[in-house]
């Protein structure tokens, strides 16, 4: 999501948020985030394009858990707003 370039899926990392708003890490039914595991793009996770990937708005909140769920994945991804 971040640097666009394709990569094979065991390299990227994803996040998904369910209908009641709750994110998680991994594959899952509908929209989801992708960035570079290796930490390449992690540092430019943008709540914006979060957003516009996901289709819907986003808020503090969602920011504040999608650092959580990201921490999770042992890699640390910041998200701008």
């Known amino acids: ?7 094979e899926e065991a390299a990227l990392q994803r996040a ?3 209908q009641g708003g709750v994110w998680y890490l991994g594959r899952g039914a509908g929209r989801g985030l992708w960035w570079c595991r ?3 793009c992690g540092s430019g ?3 914006a394009l979060a957003s516009r990937a996901l289709r819907c708005s986003l808020g503090d909140e969602d920011a ?8 999770r994945s042992k890699k640390v991804v910041v998200v701008e707003e």
């Open 1 to 7: 999501m971040v640097c666009r370039r394709r990569r």
């Open 16 to 18: 998904g948020r369910t």
């Open 38 to 40: 290796n930490g390449e």
């Open 45 to 47: 996770l943008n709540l």
């Open 64 to 71: 504040l858990a999608l650092r959580e769920v990201a921490q």
